[in-house]
């Protein structure tokens, strides 16, 4: 039997809030003394943080891709450690996922940007021929969330962190619409949770468009309220629809990495564009917090968006996703065109 998207994470009813502390030059405190530690980042920002750390990592592994492959060899040339520090962004914080994973050792993250919810979430987010795909589950042990090293950060960079939260006015949509056609079950006291959380990011609109501590703080706090609707429920079906299908199927036919939230803002726009969804308030929204989700900040060009329109229910359906607007929209190339206008 061929296994769906979501099957392939393990979800734990058990879940626990891992330990956040949040503050000022923390990042001196991603090991104790005599801990032996690996870094998974990339190589600008290493550049930036290694004098910063407390002792000299064992080993440091920069990311290319997530493709498996890829993450196989770099965790082979890891020598023992202890722990195992994510520093950096979305890819960054799977990457240390998945070597603490393998080395059963514990992990710390300390995310520079927030532009995915990778550093909070237990889940294993990879890539394999291009297709997102869950490898494994693993325990965080502390998240250091340093408002000195973020704010180091493009601001966009941030800002765009509130992209895996807003996407749950989509998909809690597509949840509802699945619920309709009997494809899933629904739970209305997660769904009503998850509502919550979108008021509150709502109200903390202008702290995150300022990135401003409480902003950064809001994030983070949304995320780690989403992780544990999902561990619970054992779904991302309140956080993940087809907003997220259409930025997987981006990297899909584009073979090409992206900010998350980047793509992610794009996403949510163009599905509640066409479940006629407050497309005006989500775009106001997205204003106030000082995003711009347009097409050519990602430079996606109008033949590479048209075949992701074109392509995107296939995708979707082979690769086990939920069920979507996306299932029962035609994207005739007058529809294609009007939404390619509309997000440029």
């Known amino acids: 039997m061929k296994v769906g998207h979501s099957e392939e994470r393990f979800y734990d009813p058990n879940w626990q809030r891992p330990e956040v502390v949040y503050g000022d030059h923390l990042i001196s405190e991603v090991v104790k003394p005599g801990e032996r530690f690996a870094v998974a980042t990339m190589e600008i920002l290493w550049n930036l943080v290694k004098d910063l750390l407390p002792a000299k990592p064992e080993a440091v592994v920069f990311v290319r891709d997530m493709e498996l492959r890829t993450l196989e060899s770099l965790e082979r040339a890891i020598p023992p450690v202890d722990v195992v520090a994510g520093i950096g962004g979305g890819s960054s914080h799977d990457l240390a996922k998945y070597i603490a994973l393998k080395r059963d050792a514990k992990l710390v993250q300390v995310p520079t940007i927030l532009s995915a919810d990778a550093s909070v979430t237990s889940a294993i987010g990879i890539r394999e021929g291009w297709r997102v795909k869950y490898v494994g589950h693993v325990i965080t042990d502390r998240i250091l969330v340093d408002f000195s090293l973020i704010k180091q ?192």
């Open 153 to 344: 950060a493009p601001k966009e960079l941030v800002r765009y962190g509130a992209g895996d939260i807003l996407s749950s006015h989509t998909s809690s949509y597509d949840w509802e619409l699945a619920t309709s056609r009997g494809k899933e079950r629904f739970d209305q006291s997660y769904y009503d949770r998850a509502r919550d959380i979108l008021t509150m990011l709502e109200k903390k609109r202008f702290e995150i468009g300022d990135v401003s501590d409480e902003g950064i703080r809001t994030i983070v706090e949304l995320y780690l309220g989403f992780a544990e609707i999902a561990e619970k429920l054992k779904s991302d079906r309140a956080q993940e629809g087809s907003e997220h299908f259409f930025a997987y199927n981006v990297e899909y036919v584009t073979r090409k990495q992206y900010v998350h939230g980047k793509l992610l803002a794009i996403g949510i726009l163009a599905m509640s564009y066409l479940q006629n969804n407050q497309f005006e308030k989500i775009m106001r929204l997205m204003s106030d917090m000082e995003l711009e989700p347009k097409l050519s900040n990602v430079s996606l060009r109008r033949e590479d968006f048209s075949n992701i329109l074109m392509t995107l229910k296939t995708f979707t359906e082979e690769g086990g996703y939920y069920y979507s607007i996306i299932n029962e929209k035609e994207f005739t190339r007058l529809k294609i065109e009007e939404l390619y206008e509309t997000l440029s």
